[in-house]
């Protein structure tokens, strides 16, 4: 068999795989045609049926049907359901939440996938919808209301009334202790979150992320607020941002420190002059699920004991 046969033979047999996949996604979606239909955040009318075989995309997801008591009823979960520390050593991963395969999903033979809207690719998304596996998409709203919101709607999609209303009670105990501490310890840093460096500039947060949202739970400032999204900067930009400090993930952030500190831009800023950089556990702190309040009540203590310059202008 010449290369170019190979490569032709290789192709027909991942066109037909997915297609048996896809097939086999269309009978388990027939057959969970019972049930009451919902209206997921993207305005579809689904029929979840039963919803014996969940694949959980999104760590506030899985945290949220493990603390339903639902995990029994997971058969995959994505890279990012890092807690309970149980779902990915227990369940198979599907990968990245934002590079899902739908082969892979699939495979799992799920009787729904419950995702959060912001997962992707939409490649894969859409051909999961066409596999006619029920699939729902969860508000990723960040923000406290919408934390609240997907709770109950997750709780009610589990026919867990009862315990939705009990975690809800919960969360919104615990933001008020959040806005009651806040209220006693007013903040005034100006917080960069870094997500990463790509090739020695650092990746950091805007707004509309959820790095945005929890600095804002805390009641400081995000110096990267005049920004939308993940954007990379340069010297000059950082230097402009004024950051008094740095936030980043727990995963990783030794390069990122290293980095920083050796940039001379950095240096000339407040939280390069007094090396004011906090690091969190990624998912903690960035999931927007049911830890949420207690991250943002950790991250704004943290922020309150940083003897930290708030101009973020050279001494």
Same mark, same amino acid.
């Not at 596996?133 to 109950?152: G, N």
């Not at 950051?243 to 831009?265: C, F, H, T, W």
């Not at 556990?281 to 943002?296: K, M, Q």
């Given at each position: 068999?010449?290369?170019?046969?190979?490569?032709? *033979?290789?192709?027909?047999?991942?066109?037909?795989?997915? *297609?048996?996949?896809?097939? =086999?996604?269309? =009978?388990?979606?027939?057959?969970?045609?019972?049930?009451?239909?919902?209206?997921?955040?993207?305005?579809?009318?689904?029929?979840? !049926?039963?919803?014996?075989?969940? &694949?959980?995309?999104?760590?506030?997801?899985?945290?949220?049907?493990?603390?339903?008591?639902?995990?029994?009823?997971?058969?995959?979960?994505?890279?990012?359901?890092?807690?309970? #520390?149980?779902?990915?050593?227990?369940?198979?991963?599907?990968?990245?939440?934002?590079?899902?395969?739908?082969? /892979?999903?699939?495979?799992?033979?799920?009787?729904?996938?419950?995702?959060?809207?912001?997962?992707?690719?939409? *490649?894969?998304?859409?051909?999961?919808?066409?596999?006619?596996?029920?699939?729902?998409? &969860?508000?990723?709203?960040?923000? =406290?209301?919408?934390?609240?919101?997907?709770?109950?709607?997750?709780?009610?999609?589990?026919? =867990?009334?009862?315990?939705?209303?009990?975690?809800?009670?919960?969360?919104?105990?615990?933001?008020?202790?959040?806005?009651?501490?806040?209220?006693?310890?007013?903040? @005034?840093?100006?917080?960069?979150?870094?997500?990463?460096?790509?090739?020695?500039?650092? $990746?950091?947060?805007? *707004?509309?992320? @959820?790095?945005?949202?929890?600095?804002?739970?805390?009641?400081?400032?995000?110096? /990267?607020?005049? $920004?939308?999204?993940?954007?990379?900067?340069?010297?000059?930009?950082?230097?402009?941002?004024?950051?008094?400090?740095?936030?980043? $993930?727990?995963?990783?952030?030794?390069?990122?420190?290293?980095?920083?500190? @050796?940039?001379? !831009?950095?240096?000339?800023?407040?939280?390069?002059?007094?090396?004011?950089?906090?690091?969190?556990?990624?998912?903690?702190?960035? !999931?927007?699920?049911?830890?949420?309040?207690?991250?943002?009540? #950790?991250?704004?203590?943290?922020?309150? #004991? $940083?003897?930290?310059?708030?101009?973020?202008?050279?001494?």
């Amino acid at each position: 068999m010449d290369m170019r046969t190979k490569l032709i *033979t290789r192709r027909l047999f991942g066109i037909g795989l997915t *297609t048996g996949l896809l097939a =086999a996604g269309s =009978a388990v979606g027939a057959l969970a045609a019972d049930g009451p239909v919902v209206t997921d955040c993207r305005g579809r009318r689904v029929n979840p !049926g039963k919803a014996r075989r969940i &694949v959980s995309v999104g760590g506030a997801v899985t945290e949220t049907l493990y603390a339903l008591g639902a995990a029994d009823r997971i058969v995959g979960v994505d890279s990012t359901s890092t807690w309970p #520390e149980a779902a990915l050593h227990d369940k198979p991963s599907v990968g990245y939440m934002r590079a899902l395969s739908s082969e /892979g999903v699939l495979a799992l033979r799920p009787d729904l996938v419950l995702t959060m809207n912001n997962a992707g690719p939409p *490649t894969a998304l859409d051909q999961l919808m066409a596999s006619r596996v029920p699939v729902i998409f &969860v508000d990723s709203t960040p923000s =406290a209301e919408a934390i609240v919101d997907r709770t109950r709607f997750i709780a009610n999609l589990m026919q =867990a009334g009862a315990e939705g209303d009990r975690l809800c009670a919960d969360l919104s105990r615990r933001f008020e202790t959040l806005t009651a501490w806040r209220a006693a310890h007013p903040l @005034a840093q100006r917080v960069l979150f870094v997500m990463r460096m790509t090739n020695n500039r650092p $990746m950091v947060a805007g *707004t509309g992320t @959820a790095a945005d949202a929890v600095i804002r739970l805390t009641g400081a400032v995000n110096a /990267g607020a005049a $920004m939308q999204g993940y954007k990379i900067v340069d010297q000059e930009n950082l230097i402009a941002l004024k950051p008094d400090v740095i936030l980043v $993930m727990a995963q990783g952030s030794e390069d990122i420190r290293k980095n920083l500190l @050796a940039d001379p !831009g950095f240096r000339l800023t407040s939280a390069g002059r007094s090396g004011a950089i906090i690091s969190m556990e990624g998912e903690r702190l960035l !999931g927007l699920g049911l830890r949420t309040p207690d991250a943002a009540l #950790e991250l704004a203590q943290k922020l309150a #004991e $940083m003897p930290v310059q708030t101009t973020g202008q050279p001494g």
